[in-house]
T-cell receptor, first 115, second 114 residues
Framework: DQQVKQNSPSLSVQEGRISILNCDYT??????FLWYKKYPAEGPTFLIS?????DKNEDGRFTVFLNKSAKHLSLHIVPSQPGDSAVYFC??????????????FGAGTQVVVTP | EPEVTQTPSHQVTQMGQEVILRCVPI?????FYWYRQILGQKVEFLVS????????KSEIFDDQFSVERPDGSNFTLKIRSTKLEDSAMYFC????????????FGDGTRLSIL
């Protein structure tokens, strides 16, 4: 099941610079998208979400951009901090279908923020 | 901040035995979920639960699996006769409403089947 894809398994970024994480999806019925952060031995922690009626949502250092025509979303973290080093998951669901609660996850991107 | 709690953090069980994984969702949430992550693979949806019944389940969630909300606070996942391939991290999640609300996850139970 490859409905949500994160093609970059890892990303290294310097502290203070911008981290850009990418996610692609194939199911046009998806209309709610989320980003989660995960540390080892912990569960996914919700970061930010966006519904398909928007193309941008911002919360502090985190901004998510949605390009519906390209079926692509991205997460920008600026400035990156050492505590941002974690695995980041993109997830999607369809609010207007039966599968409203069924999150489909990408494989994750390991972010390492270096001093 | 309210959180989802899961117990135990690690469960080791012999193949063929029954196991119950426990979760306490966030107190005012109404929608509950189980996911699992096999080592090296994606997080996979298992089941969603609302109003004391299953809303949706995946192909993984066969007759060996069941969920229950035995009281006002707990949400459990039972695997009746465990198989080696059930070894995974199991995550419980809850959300406050149907639309536009994120799911919040617990820290998971690592299930090891011997």
């Amino acid at each position: 099941d490859q409905q949500v894809k994160q093609n970059s398994p890892s990303l290294s970024v310097q502290e203070g610079r911008i981290s850009i994480l990418n996610c692609d999806y194939t199911n046009s019925m998806f209309d709610y998208f989320l980003w989660y952060k995960k540390y080892p031995a912990e569960g996914p922690t919700f970061l930010i979400s966006i519904s398909s009626i928007k193309d941008k949502n911002e919360d502090g250092r985190f901004t998510v951009f949605l390009n519906k025509s390209a079926k692509h979303l991205s997460l920008h973290i600026v400035p990156s901090q050492p505590g941002d080093s974690a695995v980041y998951f993109c997830a999607a669901s369809g609010m207007t279908t039966v599968s409203w609660g069924k999150l489909q996850f990408g494989a994750g991107t390991q972010v390492v923020v270096t001093p | 901040e309210p959180e989802v709690t899961q117990t135990p953090s690690h469960q080791v069980t012999q193949m063929g035995q029954e196991v119950i994984l426990r979760c306490v969702p966030i107190s005012n949430h109404l929608y509950f979920y189980w996911y699992r992550q096999i080592l090296g693979q994606k997080v996979e949806f298992l089941v969603s639960f609302y109003n004391n019944e299953i809303s949706e389940k995946s192909e993984i969630f066969d007759d060996q699996f069941s969920v229950e909300r035995p009281d006002g606070s707990n949400f459990t996942l039972k695997i009746r006769s465990t198989k080696l391939e059930d070894s995974a991290m199991y995550f419980c999640a809850s959300s406050g409403s149907l639309s536009g609300q994120p799911q919040h996850f617990g820290d998971g139970t690592r299930l090891s089947i011997l």
